[in-house]
């Protein structure tokens, strides 16, 4: 009886070792691919370049950017929390693992750098990015984007040599309440005048 109920406690365990070891291997979540990502990106291309580096200054450089923020955007388009018409059908089409895969690829090409292009704003920009305005509580961006525009993986993304256009219109959307999917950038842009957008847009581009 002893050897019985032995082998049966064995089974139970065996059993319960497996059935745990199943659920742990679908809770995992697979691991990016992103040769299927540059895959599902050819129908990026038209905007935002073959490489990720859009030559268009409206549309914003995606190459070298952290996968953590894209997804998040990509679902945010999908979800229609960030509101834009453009991107809504081509978000609604990917799956979550499709937005993981173009994350990865996108983040294992090199961002190519922009440039300042107003010496004059440049200035007021630097001043700004890198030390904010203290008596208007502007904190400075490079508090969370870095000092060289790099960001902070998962957490705040990457903007050296962004196309300033692009800079400059999402800094306007967050200052309107057009863009809503950050509350903390809506607060900044909120005390920044069209000046000071363009400033610290010129003075982002010209980041490495």
Request: charged residues 20%.
């Amino acid at each position: 009886m002893k050897l019985i109920s032995h082998l049966m406690l064995a089974m139970a365990l065996t059993a319960s070792a497996a059935s745990a070891f199943a659920q742990d291997a679908k809770a995992a979540p697979a691991k990016p691919d992103p040769a299927k990502g540059e895959a599902s990106f050819a129908a990026c291309v038209a905007c935002h370049g073959a490489d990720g580096n859009s030559t268009t200054p409206t549309f914003p450089k995606l190459a070298q950017q952290h996968p953590q923020y894209v997804v998040k955007q990509l679902q945010e388009f999908k979800s229609g929390k960030r509101n834009n018409a453009v991107m809504k059908p081509f978000a609604t089409a990917l799956s979550d693992a499709d937005m993981q895969n173009i994350a990865a690829w996108l983040a294992s090409k090199p961002g190519k750098a922009g440039f300042a292009k107003d010496k004059d704003l440049v200035r007021l920009g630097e001043k700004i990015y890198r030390g904010g305005i203290a008596d208007r509580q502007i904190a400075a961006c490079a508090g969370c984007h870095s000092p060289n525009g790099a960001g902070i993986p998962a957490q705040y993304p990457r903007l050296s040599g962004q196309h300033p256009d692009y800079t400059i219109a999402q800094l306007t959307a967050f200052r309107d309440g057009v863009r809503q999917n950050n509350a903390q950038m809506t607060q900044v842009a909120a005390k920044l005048n069209d000046r000071e957008i363009r400033a610290v847009a010129d003075y982002i581009a010209g980041l490495r």
